[in-house]
């Protein structure tokens, strides 16, 4: 069964450190997602990703965060300069189409310390 | 956003019927009824979705009230491994290039041997 991919599947960074999260969607899909979870908190939406643009972000989405498709395989999350509260478990997703079903990786737990 | 309530848990027996209730009182039209769910340590992962009609598929069934403010996701036999929090979101692209999803906090389903 496809599958959405995601590395690392944790990473440890400085507060201030730029960090990028990687994930390989499906390969057939056109619709990209980013979520974020707190430890013992809800999944959260972050950002959804068509057609090589942003077409959907959330307030957690500031300057700080940007998402990027270089290479036609690859989607990434790069948060630019991490703060202690970054520190979650990040989930990619994709689908094929609107309405149907997201696919989500495995995650990246990140830790800022 | 459209809201859903759902109990916060529910016990089950193994190789026993589920029934997992979701109010969504304020649904429109155009929202589409997902259900979605997360083992622990794990991402959420997909489990059926539905507009009006009743559907299933190989991992459970989703029943419609026919005025749509109310669904039930059913097992119809429940493993230990169905053990997880279960999650019932609304979703509407609304005419836009995304369908984000809205978790809540679900419901966190036990499963005893």
């Known amino acids: 069964e496809p599958e959405v991919t995601q590395t690392p599947s944790h990473q440890v960074t400085q507060m201030g450190q730029e960090v990028i999260l990687r994930c390989v969607p499906i390969?057939?899909?056109?619709?990209f997602y980013w979520y974020r979870q707190i430890l013992g908190q809800k999944v959260e939406f972050l950002v959804s990703?068509?057609?090589?643009?942003?077409?959907?972000k959330s307030e957690i989405f500031d300057d700080q965060f940007s998402v990027e498709r270089p290479d036609g395989s690859n989607f990434t999350l790069k948060i630019r300069s991490t703060k202690l509260e970054d520190s979650a478990m990040y989930f990619c997703?994709?689908?094929?189409?609107?309405?149907?079903?997201?696919?989500f990786g495995q995650g990246t737990r990140l830790t800022v310390v | 956003d459209a809201k859903t309530t759902q109990p916060n848990s529910m016990e089950s027996n193994e190789e026993e019927p589920v029934h997992l209730p979701c109010n969504h009182s304020?649904?429109?039209?155009?929202?589409?009824i997902h259900w979605y769910r997360q083992l622990p340590s794990q991402g959420p992962e997909y489990v059926i979705h539905?507009?009006?009609s009743n559907v299933n598929n190989r991992m459970a069934s989703l029943a419609i009230a026919e005025d749509r403010k109310s669904s039930t996701l059913i097992l119809h036999r429940a493993t230990l491994r169905d053990a997880a929090v279960y999650y019932c979101?609304?979703?509407?692209?609304?005419?836009?290039?995304?369908?984000?999803?809205?978790f809540g906090t679900g419901t966190l389903l036990a499963v005893q041997p």
């Open positions: 997703a994709s689908s094929e189409y609107l309405n149907t079903e997201a696919f």
């Open positions: 390969s057939n899909h056109l619709y």
């Open positions: 990703f068509y057609n090589n643009e942003i077409s959907e």
């Open positions: 304020t649904i429109s039209g155009t929202d589409y």
């Open positions: 539905g507009l009006t």
């Open positions: 979101i609304l979703s509407n692209n609304y005419g836009g290039a995304t369908n984000k999803l809205i």
